[in-house]
Structure formats: structure tokens, C-alpha cells
């Protein structure tokens, strides 16, 4: 088992930033590991990580370190994962994108132009018996659904979970490309449609988590095996104080529903991080789309690498330091990539694949004759077959909705059990001090009056019942 790969990044100070504070800032280079950070008390404090970006390092640094073993190892179907995340405006879309994908200067290309690249090398350079397919999809996650930027009718798309391929989105459209141009062509078009989303039907790009996935599938012409890695980049939206943004109406929904999901992907971290190994621990996964998507980067079968963008600047000490204590977290994760899919026989793909495409034909030519209440039935049978359509009477399905529903509520029990504790916890020095304080009285003489009490047994009583409704709300979806 290897830990993930956690880098920081400090861009360089804005404009702005130097003007309200000249060159001022709040961390002090050490060496390409190490750095140390000042907080708003001015309290120093080292952190280390796998590898740190000062505000003059290049993005070809940032992809040789953090990306470029990912992306090998995903040309040998081991599956790969990259995310940046930071607070707003800390240069998560400037790692990812760089200043635009098409049409950029070659020094400031991005993450995603890189990777691109880098995969088309690695299949020039492999022996001429190895022959590769790549599919590029793309989706967002707005306001807790996913949407295909490659298609924006599909706006809520599934996330199912298979034994064989892990998470799959289901119905997501993949574009295949053939070569690095094509590549980035396609990148532009998925996200120009975030901006479009933009102006349009009002999502701002950055208010959404971006989800860039390449498959890869390799064929080997000796022995007919094909095998398959799925590298994903994900550019997280910003998170950011509410307060401090003065967020209001749509925006503010916005960043409620972004700082929930960037506290879920907190949660199954802290989960994968402290709680005790094995089955026994409760990992949720199923509390945010994101950490559903991102289930097999995070403690699975994927190589995984976490850029943490910061602003060097004090004035965005407190947001930086959560982010850095994020990475710092994140480096604990251990996760056990493989080589994924692999042994897979070209054969056996070939026999699946007609059947499908023989029944789905039939169902057509069917439909095309006479069109009644039995043939719709049938163009619905299509549909879920397809992914487009959630089968009610599939077990399969069912199991999956019920373990949402389960998980989420285990979830909101351990939350409620936490405040609960400290609750208890605050009482108990409540209580000691009230003890102090009738000790005190007797030794002086003097009456206590019990209306000091009273307070403690009702909060008492209000914790019991918000428990007891728990606890029912959790037993009526488990037996219903
Ligand atoms: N390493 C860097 N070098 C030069 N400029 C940078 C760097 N990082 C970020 N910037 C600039 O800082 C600004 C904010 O960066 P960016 O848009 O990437 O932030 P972000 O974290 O993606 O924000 P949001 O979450 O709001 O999308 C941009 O103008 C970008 O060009």
C-alpha cells in the first residue's frame, strides 16, 4: 500500500494583494518539501509534503511530479486520479487548464493539454503488438448533479457501482479521440459548455466541480487481451468562507452546497484516515456526489495525486491553513492501485457486444411496425438497458438506493452521536462547576437556587429526543 501523492502550490500574489499589503506573505521557503506557515496569530507552523510549488515554479514542474507517473501507469490499465482543490481564486483552474487549453503559450500549459500529451507519447513509444483506444468524457457536478458537458441534455446522471469496473456514470457520453489535437479540441467544447452554463441558465464554472475523464484501452494483437486504465482529473469548485463573500440568494445555495460536499470529501478522508480499519468502519462515500465519484481514487484501486492551491497571501491565512491541514490529512490515506481489468478476452467482448446491439435492433423494428402501450413498454425496457432509465424493479437498483439511504442516515447518526458527545462533554464541565459552586455555598452557608439546574436537565431532555428521533427516522428507512 502506497500513500497518495499530496503537492502544495502557492501562486504568485495578485495585484490586488500587493497593493493592500506590498510583498508581505504568509509562508517562508524552507526546501522543495518543507515550508513554513504563518498563521493569523503569527504562530509558525512546518508543514511538508511530497513536493511544494513556490510562486515561480513552472507548470511542467507541477506536471512531472504530480502527474506524469500517474498518467504511465495508466497507459498499464492502472487507474489514476488527479484533483486540485483550494479555496476560490487560489489557481486550481489555472493548474488544470492553464490559461486556456487551445491556442496557449507552451510555458503555461496546464495539467490537462500535459496529460493529453503525455498519454499520445506513451502510445507512439509502446511496442507495436500493444494497440490503444482512448474515450474522453466530461461532467460537472452542480448543485448535487452531475450533468454531461459533452451532451447538456443529460443532467442528472447516475452513479452506479459495478464488481468489476468500480464507480460508473451511467449514460455519460464518451468521445473517442485519435489524436492530441482532437484531444483538446474536444476538452474545449465540454468546457465552453460550463460556460455556457454561465451565462445561459446561470452556473458559473467555478461554482461546480469539473470531472475530466480519459479510458484508455489497450489491445494486445499476441494474445487477443485487452485491458483498461480510467485517469480522471478533477478541477473542485473553490471553497470559501459565506461570510466573508457575502454570498447571497443563488450564489450563497451555491457555496452552501459546494462548502457540503467539500466537507463530505473532509469526512470520508478523516473516515479512511482515523477510524479503525476493516469492515467495522463506516466510510461515506454516499453522502456527496463527489465522494461517491471519487470513491476509487480515495482509499481504492487508483493512484491517486491532491494538488492544494493556495493565495500566499496573510489576508487569506485562515483559508490557506484549512487547506494545507486538508493535505496534510489526505497524505495518511493509503490506497492499494492494481492493475485494473485486466485478463479481460477480446472475445468475450466481442460475444456481448452483437447481442446487445441484436436486441436493441429487434426492439426498434418492432417498435417501427405497431406502435401500442406494448411496444412503449418495450422502448422503456430500452432505455434502462441503455443506462437512460432507472429500473424500479431491478434488485440491483434497489439495493444501490437502499444502501444510499442507509449510509446517509449511519452518517447523520455518527454526526448527531458527535454532538451529542460533545454536548455531554460541556455538560459535564457545566456540571463540575455547578458542583464548585454548591460546595462553595455550603462551606459558606448560603441557600443555592435550582434554577441554575434547570437549563442542564432540559438540554439534557432536547438531546435525548433529537436522538430518540434519530434513531426512529433511521429505523423506519431501514424496514420500510
Ligand atoms: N501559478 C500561477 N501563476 C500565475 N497566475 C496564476 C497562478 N495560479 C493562479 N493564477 C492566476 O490567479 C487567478 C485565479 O486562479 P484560478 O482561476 O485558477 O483560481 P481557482 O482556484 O480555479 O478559482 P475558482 O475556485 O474560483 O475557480 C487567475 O487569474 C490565474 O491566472
Redesign the pocket.
Known amino acids: 500500500m502506497s500513500n497518495i501523492t499530496v503537492c502544495a502550490?502557492?501562486?504568485?500574489l495578485?495585484s490586488k494583494e500587493r497593493r493592500d499589503h506590498g510583498d508581505a506573505v504568509c509562508i517562508q521557503y524552507v526546501d522543495s518539501e518543507t515550508f513554513i506557515f504563518k498563521d493569523e496569530k503569527a504562530e509558525e507552523l512546518t508543514f511538508s509534503f511530497d513536493r511544494v510549488?513556490y510562486?515561480k515554479?513552472e507548470?511542467i514542474d507541477v506536471y512531472r511530479h504530480l502527474a506524469q507517473p500517474i498518467v504511465r501507469d495508466a497507459l498499464n490499465a492502472v487507474n489514476g486520479t488527479i484533483i486540485?482543490f483550494?479555496?476560490?481564486?487560489?489557481?486550481?483552474?489555472?493548474?488544470?487548464?492553464g490559461?486556456g487549453v487551445l491556442e496557449c503559450d507552451a510555458v503555461?500549459k496546464g495539467l490537462l493539454s500535459r496529460v493529453v500529451e503525455g498519454i499520445f507519447e506513451c502510445t507512439k513509444s509502446s511496442d507495436e503488438t500493444s494497440k490503444y483506444s482512448i474515450k474522453l468524457s466530461m461532467v460537472e457536478i452542480y448543485m448535487e448533479k452531475v450533468r454531461d458537458l459533452f451532451d447538456l441534455s443529460r443532467d442528472n446522471i447516475q452513479i452506479k457501482e459495478t464488481k468489476t469496473q468500480g464507480i460508473m456514470l451511467n449514460g455519460m457520453m464518451e468521445m473517442t479521440i485519435k489524436d492530441p489535437q482532437e484531444a483538446l479540441l474536444t476538452l474545449s467544447k465540454g468546457i465552453a459548455n460550463r460556460a455556457v452554463g454561465e451565462t445561459q441558465m446561470n452556473i458559473a464554472?467555478?461554482?461546480s466541480h469539473c470531472v475530466y475523464m480519459f479510458t484508455i484501452q489497450q489491445e494486445s494483437t499476441k494474445d487477443k487481451r485487452a485491458r483498461t486504465g480510467k485517469l480522471n482529473l478533477v478541477?473542485?469548485?473553490?471553497s470559501?468562507k459565506v461570510e466573508k463573500t457575502g454570498a447571497e440568494g443563488r450564489v450563497l445555495e451555491e457555496a452552501k452546497t459546494i462548502n457540503k460536499s467539500l466537507s463530505a470529501l473532509g469526512n470520508v478522508i478523516n473516515a479512511l484516515t482515523c477510524g479503525p480499519m476493516g469492515r467495522g468502519n463506516h466510510i461515506p462515500y454516499r453522502d456527496s456526489k463527489l465522494t461517491r465519484i471519487l470513491q476509487d481514487a480515495l482509499g481504492g484501486n487508483s493512484r491517486t495525486a491532491l494538488l492544494c492551491?493556495c493565495s500566499p497571501s496573510p489576508t487569506n491565512s485562515s483559508e490557506t491553513l484549512s487547506t494545507l491541514r486538508f493535505g496534510a490529512r489526505a497524505k495518511h490515506i493509503k490506497a492499494s492501485p492494481r492493475v485494473a481489468n485486466e485478463d479481460r478476452c477480446i472475445r468475450e467482448l466481442e460475444v456481448f457486444t452483437p447481442i446487445k446491439r441484436e436486441s436493441r435492433d429487434k426492439l426498434l423494428n418492432e417498435l417501427q411496425e405497431n406502435l401500442d402501450i406494448e411496444h412503449v413498454q418495450k422502448l422503456e425496457e430500452l432505455f434502462i438497458q441503455e443506462g437512460i432509465l432507472f429500473d424500479p424493479c431491478s434488485i440491483e437498483e434497489s439495493e444501490l438506493a437502499y444502501e444510499d439511504v442507509t449510509s446517509q442516515t449511519i452518517s447523520s447518526l455518527q454526526l448527531a452521536l458527535e454532538e451529542l458527545l460533545s454536548t455531554i462533554g460541556e455538560l459535564k464541565k457545566e456540571n463540575e462547576e455547578l458542583m464548585g459552586r454548591v460546595s462553595a455555598a455550603k462551606l459558606n452557608h448560603q441557600p443555592i437556587s435550582n434554577s441554575n439546574l434547570l437549563p442542564t436537565i432540559s438540554s439534557i431532555l432536547c438531546l435525548f429526543t433529537d436522538w430518540l428521533k434519530s434513531f426512529f427516522h433511521f429505523s423506519i428507512n431501514h424496514y420500510n
Not at 502550490?9 to 504568485?12: D, G, I, K, N
Open positions: 502550490r502557492f501562486r504568485p495578485s510549488f510562486d515554479s507548470q486540485t483550494g479555496q476560490t481564486g487560489a489557481g486550481k483552474t489555472y493548474s488544470m487548464e490559461p503555461k464554472s467555478s461554482r478541477d473542485l469548485a473553490g470559501e492551491c
